[in-house]
């Protein structure tokens, strides 16, 4: 079965800190998507990054980073210069490149920007 | 585009009525998701399909649960009888082509008393 972990519950970091939130994930699947997503407060769920598994090169857009370890099966998002308005729930999520599976996300970690 | 639409955004109905939620994917996309949030498990995936036929339905709790999507703009999601235990936010996502990413409605925050 494929799953995905997120280890961090509850996380909390002042305003222009670096925060790092973990993933970690299982699949025998050798070509697949990794996703991070923001729920901020207004429920919406919105993409952060994408990764694609056959890619080396981390994904990066704007302040977010992710650490893509293939072998360890692990998928951390970096956020530079944190802002208050990154304050959000952040779910990982997983699907294999075969599109006749699901999307599979992570139970989440709720991130605290402090002023 | 307006994205992934879904009504009604609030349902509040007493234990035991049936309940039906609404959503139209954005066009295009051949694949939808319906995703129930609750504190205590999360995002969990209740079925999907693809180009309107249910692919995977593991996630549905109970028989109370059915899904339908009888063309490519339109899917219910149907609770009858509703129970209090069923009270979440329901999301619906669409997503467009393999490996894509999946867009996501506002959801319905639904409360069953």
């Known amino acids: 079965a494929q799953t995905v972990t997120q280890s961090q519950p509850e996380m909390s970091v002042q305003e222009a800190e670096t925060v790092t939130l973990s993933c970690t994930y299982d699949t025998s699947e050798n070509n697949y998507y990794l996703f991070w997503y923001k729920q901020p407060p207004s429920r919406q769920m919105i993409l952060v990054i994408r990764q694609e598994a056959y890619k080396q090169q981390n994904a990066t857009e704007n302040r977010f980073s992710v650490n893509f370890q293939k072998a360890a099966k692990s998928f951390s998002l970096k956020i530079s210069d944190s802002q208050l308005g990154d304050t959000a729930m952040y779910f990982c999520?997983?699907?294999?490149?075969?599109?006749?599976?699901?999307?599979?996300f992570g139970k989440g970690t709720r991130l605290h920007i402090l002023p | 585009d307006a994205g992934v639409i879904q009504s009604p955004r609030h349902e509040v109905t007493e234990m035991g009525q049936e309940v039906t939620l609404r959503c139209k994917p954005i066009s295009g996309h051949n694949s939808l998701f319906w995703y129930r949030q609750t504190m205590m498990r999360g995002l969990e995936l209740l079925i999907y399909f693809n180009n309107n036929v249910p692919i995977d339905d593991s996630g549905m709790p109970e028989d109370r649960f059915s899904a339908k999507m009888p063309n490519a703009s339109f899917s219910t999601l149907k609770i009858q009888p509703s129970e209090p235990r069923d009270s979440a936010v329901y999301f619906c996502a669409s997503s467009p082509d393999q490996g894509a990413e999946a867009f996501f409605g506002q959801g319905t925050r639904l409360t069953v008393v």
């Open positions: 999520a997983f699907t294999p490149m075969n599109r006749d599976d699901k999307i599979i």
